[in-house]
């Protein structure tokens, strides 16, 4: 898996190039969500566009990122998730934990209007 990193008006955007994200690389994906915010980044969005698959310990790095953004006085959001992906988070109802948005775009839109 790729991980590439962004920035737009402040609020960084993490781009998973990727089919899984699976206990192969989210050690990868949870140590580089953590990096950025012990960098002082307080708003995140991870986009999921192109991860077609994820499993326990790809929903764990997110949850890692999630309890990651909280302690640092942060907010992380999630965009395009695909249909495997969305079912995970909607059998584990993570969906009630994370705020879901369809892209990237309006992930990032939705920092301005907070």
Not at 53 to 73: C, P, Q, R, Y
């Amino acid at each position: 898996m790729k991980i590439e990193t962004g920035e737009a008006n402040g609020v960084i955007l993490i781009t998973l190039i990727g089919e899984r994200l699976d206990a192969h690389n989210s050690d990868e994906v949870k140590g580089k969500v953590r990096d950025i915010f012990e960098s002082g980044a307080k708003s995140v969005v991870v986009d999921l566009s192109e991860v077609r698959f994820i499993d326990s310990s790809g929903l764990g790095a997110m949850v890692s990122g999630f309890k990651n953004a909280i302690s640092h006085h942060g907010r992380l959001v999630l965009s395009g998730l695909q249909a495997q992906p969305r079912s995970m988070f909607d059998l584990t109802r993570l969906t009630r934990v994370f705020e879901i948005f369809e892209n990237a775009e309006a992930a990032l839109g939705s920092f301005a209007e907070k």
